[in-house]
T-cell receptor, first 114, second 112 residues
Framework: GESVGLHLPTLSVQEGDNSIINCAYS??????FIWYKQESGKGPQFIID?????DKRQGQRVTVLLNKTVKHLSLQIAATQPGDSAVYFC?????????????FGAGTTVTVRA | DAGVIQSPRHEVTEMGQEVTLRCKPI?????LFWYRQTMMRGLELLIY????????DSGMPEDRFSAKMPNASFSTLKIQPSEPRDSAVYFC??????????FGEGSWLTVV
């Protein structure tokens, strides 16, 4: 099975509201996570990453939170815009086997309502 | 800065034909990955290389698929013979050591 999994396959958000996308991982030894955004017809695009020595990391309008106790991470998008409509993936480069293989969850499709 | 470059971007081919997908990783990156994306199976890792050496090809679906990396700036993924079920988007990605993995824009393959 997958080493990372997203909680909801779809998320509909009103423009201007905040979005929260959740992800769970299974490998307690995982120490690095990456969030990707994939727009229609394009490849996954790096958004933000976090290492296990941090609980929180902020970027431009995005924040990632990591809870190692329950093996959960989330991506928060502030003031969601139409351009944020995409599929979002959390990824664990080490996956289930501690090898360097980027394992993806199924993705959450975010739709922004005008 | 040039990202990961893939070609062709789109290909339509007939069943039984050979398909070759090409990838130029980001200069200086030492890891190269080939992924396949379909609606049914999502993003699957097919194979990855480190310093041009294949490390893990357990994701390659069958012997019809092969990948090579003759040098640090070029890799190919070949399907011979192609079948309709190979229709998918194939992504190449690269990274510097075990850091962020950057993806190309993909090669959209349709086998009819």
């Amino acid at each position: 099975g997958e080493s990372v999994g997203l909680h909801l396959p779809t998320l509909s958000v009103q423009e201007g509201d905040n979005s929260i996308i959740n992800c769970a991982y299974s490998n307690s030894a995982s120490d690095y996570f990456i969030w990707y955004k994939q727009e229609s017809g394009k490849g996954p695009q790096f958004i933000i990453d976090i290492r296990s020595n941090m609980d929180k990391r902020q970027g431009q309008r995005v924040t990632v939170l990591l809870n190692k106790t329950v093996k959960h991470l989330s991506l928060q998008i502030a003031a969601t815009q139409p351009g944020d409509s995409a599929v979002y993936f959390c990824a664990d480069p080490h996956g289930r086997t501690n090898d360097y293989k980027l394992s993806f969850g199924a993705g959450t499709t975010v739709t922004v309502r005008a | 800065d040039a990202g990961v470059i893939q070609s062709p971007r789109h290909e339509v081919t007939e069943m039984g034909q050979e398909v070759t997908l090409r990838c130029k990783p980001i200069s200086g990156h030492d890891y190269l990955f080939w992924y396949r994306q379909t609606m049914m199976r999502g993003l699957e890792l097919l194979i990855y290389f480190n310093n041009n050496v294949p490390i893990d090809d357990s994701g390659m679906p069958e012997d019809r698929f092969s990948a090579k990396m003759p040098n640090a700036s070029f890799s190919t993924l070949k399907i011979q013979p192609s079948e309709p079920r190979d229709s998918a988007v194939y992504f190449c990605a690269s990274s510097l050591w075990r850091n962020t993995i950057y993806f190309g824009e993909g090669s959209w393959l349709t086998v009819v």
